[in-house]
T-cell receptor, first 114, second 111 residues
Framework: SAVISQKPSRDICQRGTSLTIQCQVD?????MFWYRQQPGQSLTLIAT?????????ESGFVIDKFPISRPNLTFSTLTVSNMSPEDSSIYLC???????????FGPGTRLTVL | QKEVEQNSGPLSVPEGAIASLNCTYS??????FFWYRQYSGKSPELIMS????GDKEDGRFTAQLNKASQYVSLLIRDSQPSDSATYLC???????????FGKGTRLHILP
């Protein structure tokens, strides 16, 4: 199974600032996705991180607020911009390989915005 | 808007009994279905996937799929206290491995 790390594991940020979250995989993966899980809620897909091109965002999420990079097949970043307390959440990356069973979540980044 | 619906629970089941978790989905074109387990404070872990109508068994877990009824279920036999977790039903929405999740069912196994 793939080993996935996320940095930072947690952070406390001030309103109006930005935070960049990194997702690193120990092997090349086909697809990478970013999700948000707000307290007591399920996972909401933010976007698909496309290697070498712009990310594909889900309804309700925009590039200006959540810019995403994916420079290669093992790494992606998600930036949460101009943060507000409503952005307090756990942010997770999910990776998928060549079969549906080859899919794993990173450990998550717990973000608190004051 | 594609949706996945689950009863939030909590579902309490005595140790050793069968736990039954249910899920319905709105997109009739969905072809792939998953059950994840999430312990408190941890990220979700894939435990079962199913693509064809019928049953699929893996150890104590059985996934059941009925595409005509747009219904997926997970049975856990011989429930153990370690099975206490939130179980997330997820559905694939296209061929690019994109999946959406239900809100999860909290399962509590009573010792």
């Amino acid at each position: 199974s793939a080993v996935i790390s996320q940095k930072p594991s947690r952070d406390i940020c001030q309103r109006g600032t930005s935070l960049t979250i990194q997702c690193q995989v120990d092997s090349q993966v086909t697809m990478m996705f970013w999700y948000r899980q707000q307290p007591g809620q399920s996972l909401t897909l933010i976007a698909t991180a496309n290697q070498g091109s712009e990310a594909t965002y889900e309804s309700g999420f925009v590039i200006d607020k959540f810019p995403i990079s994916r420079p290669n097949l093992t790494f992606s970043t998600l930036t949460v911009s101009n943060m507000s307390p409503e952005d307090s959440s756990i942010y997770l990356c999910r990776v998928a390989g060549t079969t549906y069973n080859e899919q794993f979540f990173g450990p998550g980044t717990r973000l608190t915005v004051l | 808007q594609k949706e996945v619906e689950q009863n939030s629970g909590p579902l309490s089941v005595p140790e050793g009994a069968i736990a039954s978790l249910n899920c319905t989905y709105s997109d009739r074109g969905s072809q792939s279905f998953f059950w994840y387990r999430q312990y408190s404070g941890k990220s979700p872990e894939l435990i079962m996937s199913i693509y064809s109508n019928g049953d699929k068994e893996d150890g104590r877990f059985t996934a059941q799929l009925n595409k005509a009824s747009q219904y997926v279920s997970l049975l856990i036999r011989d429930s153990q206290p370690s099975d206490s977790a939130t179980y997330l039903c997820a559905v694939g929405v296209n061929r690019d491995d994109k999946i959406i999740f239900g809100k999860g069912t909290r399962l509590h196994i009573l010792p």
